[in-house]
Antibody, heavy 121, light 106 residues
Framework: EVQLVESGGGLVQPGRSLRLSCAAS????????MHWVRQAPGKGLEWVSG????????GYADSVKGRFTISRDNAKNSLYLQMDSLRADDTALYYC??????????????WGQGTTVTISS | SYELTQPPSVSVSPGQTASITCSGD??????ASWYQQKPGQSPVLVIY???KRPSGIPERFSGSNSGNTATLTISGTQAMDEADYYC?????????FGGGTKLTVL
C-alpha cells in the first residue's frame, strides 16, 4: 500500500520556525514530483510548494516565497518543508502529496493525512 | 497571479447529472485536475489532464476543458458523491486551486 506520512507539525509562536517531513512507504519517490498543500481551518486547499523528481524545478506560492524552503532526499524517500518567519495565517493542516509525473504539471494522486501547524503567541 | 473561480455550491438530485465549473483565463490552454474531499478526509484525485480518470475512480466522473472553463461532470450522482470539489491547474510552475464547490445530493 502506498502511504505518505507527514510529521513535524505543532504549536509555535509567530516568527519562529518549523520543519515538516513526509515519509513515503510502498513507493519510491525518486521518479515523482512532490508537493505541499495546506488547508486552513474551514477553508479551501492552497498549494504551497512543489519540487520535481531531481530537485531541478522548485516552485512556491507567493504567500510563502522567501520564507519556506522545500527539499527532498530521495535516498531516504522523504520530502521536507522548512518554514521560517511563521505567521498566524500559516496556521493550517499541511498535506504532502505525490505527483503523477516527475515534473509537476499533471495531478496529485497520493496524499498523506496531514500534519497540523498552529501559529499563535 | 492566476485565479480559478468555482461556484460555492451545487445541488443535484440522486441519479441526476451534476456539473461543476471552474473558470480561469485561457484555462483551456492548461491542464486541469479535480479533487474530491469529504469531511475529515484527505483530498482524492478524480480527474487529471482534463479528462483522465485515475484507477479506482468510477466512470460516472468525467471532465472537459475548453476556452476559459473546465467542467467536472458526475453522471448518475450518488449520495456518496456529496463532498467538496476543487479544480486545480499550473501557471508558470505554480499550483493554483479553485475556491472549491460544495456538492449537495438532495
Amino acid at each position: 500500500e502506498v502511504q505518505l506520512v507527514e510529521s513535524g507539525g505543532g504549536l509555535v509562536q509567530p516568527g519562529r520556525s518549523l520543519r515538516l517531513s513526509c515519509a513515503a512507504s510502498g513507493i519510491t519517490l525518486d521518479d515523482y514530483a512532490m508537493h505541499w498543500v495546506r488547508q486552513a481551518p474551514g477553508k479551501g486547499l492552497e498549494w504551497v510548494s512543489g519540487i520535481s523528481w531531481n530537485s531541478g524545478n522548485i516552485g512556491y506560492a507567493d504567500s510563502v516565497k522567501g520564507r519556506f524552503t522545500i527539499s527532498r532526499d530521495n535516498a531516504k524517500n522523504s520530502l521536507y518543508l522548512q518554514m521560517d518567519s511563521l505567521r498566524a495565517d500559516d496556521t493550517a493542516l499541511y498535506y504532502c502529496a505525490k505527483d503523477l509525473s516527475g515534473t509537476y504539471s499533471y495531478g496529485m494522486d497520493v496524499w498523506g493525512q496531514g500534519t497540523t501547524v498552529t501559529i499563535s503567541s | 497571479s492566476y485565479e480559478l473561480t468555482q461556484p460555492p455550491s451545487v445541488s443535484v438530485s440522486p441519479g441526476q447529472t451534476a456539473s461543476i465549473t471552474c473558470s480561469g483565463d485561457k484555462l483551456g490552454d492548461k491542464y486541469a485536475s479535480w479533487y474530491q474531499q469529504k469531511p475529515g478526509q484527505s483530498p482524492v484525485l478524480v480527474i487529471y489532464q482534463d479528462t483522465k480518470r485515475p484507477s479506482g475512480i468510477p466512470e460516472r466522473f468525467s471532465g472537459s476543458n475548453s476556452g476559459n472553463t473546465a467542467t467536472l461532470t458526475i453522471s448518475g450522482t450518488q449520495a456518496m458523491d456529496e463532498a467538496d470539489y476543487y479544480c486545480q491547474t499550473w501557471d508558470s510552475s505554480t499550483g493554483v486551486f479553485g475556491g472549491g464547490t460544495k456538492l449537495t445530493v438532495l
